[in-house]
């Protein structure tokens, strides 16, 4: 037999093996891990060991600077030094917005999917089969949660249907969050000393980004029943999480002698749907499928992204006007500085959480005094 028909020979055979190999990985079934659930955090569970005060019971043990500030915290403060007030002293309602529930539904499932992308290779294939598990084990809490109260889990039901019209749309508009070596870090949790002033708090995801994969981008996923388009884009130019992030971020790589300066935030908006669900009329499933169908004809309308490049000016500027901020914070929680009312910041996007107690002369009667530090930090 000629020499090269032998090596054409051991060719095909290695062909069969390598296909043999595929098809059998192909038909071991996938295990995929749903490692974290906003909504199962309790409170005094936290387990980062690092972070101080994380989980701390604010009515027992009352807030100081040193515990460290979150953006949230800082805008909650210039926004209304009331409400400021309230939620340091632990005051919580217990009511929580569907807005805020949905929001953190798709979170979980963007944390938990393109964790798995990360570490182990999850393609666009297993973005259905996970986003059911995910969904199914989801509801499964909600249900055991809410199962007094019919209106509260059906608007869960609402939400994880919505989810599931949007999130393959979602995967499939953005391709490139599946090349490997994209992602660095999900949800971290970070601190970072800022001139003697600890900033805290967990950034969406972190990516390389660019040819070679050539700057540190900061991806912040945000749920939005409207998207004001035309500000969107002046506003974000000078947004302070964004900037806020950024800084963090950047003290923590001059911490770690990194020469590099972290510029680059992708603000990944997902619409919520509008379409309302009408269950005289149709089934959560049926729904699902109308809202789908939606997103399939307008994905654009859907899942909109903006990669904003701050300018070295920017962060300085930024970093300048950041300090000024800490400083009357520190000076107000030492009470040398007032605390009032903002009455223009009752009714935004969202109505106060602290509106009755305002509208009842300080009665907290509709309250709970059981509020933590940095919840949203927990793991
Ligand atoms: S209701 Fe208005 S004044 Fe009262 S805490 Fe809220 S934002 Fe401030």
Redesign the pocket.
Known sequence: MPKKNIRKKSKVAKKKAVKKKILKKKAAPKVYKIDRLNADKKEGESTIQSAKAIGKKLADDPYTIEDGVSQSMLSGFF??R??CR?GLDGWRSPRLKDSLNYGSLYHDLLENFFRGVMLEGYTLEDAKPFMNLFLETWLEHERSKDITNPRALQSSEVCAAQASATFLGYCEMWPDDFEPGRWIELEGVFEADFHGYLLRGRMDGLQRAGKKRKYYRLMEHKTKARIEEEALDRRLAFDFQNLFYLTALNCQLKTKGIDELARVVYYDIIRRPGQKFNPDKESLSDYSVRVKEDVAKRPDHYFKRSEIFYTAKDLERFQEELLIKLQIFERWLKDEEPTF???Q??VAKWN????D??ASAGNMSNYVQTGELFVELKD
């Open positions: 926004n209304c009331l409400s309230y009312k903002n009455e910041a009752c106060c959480t602290f509106l107690a305002c």
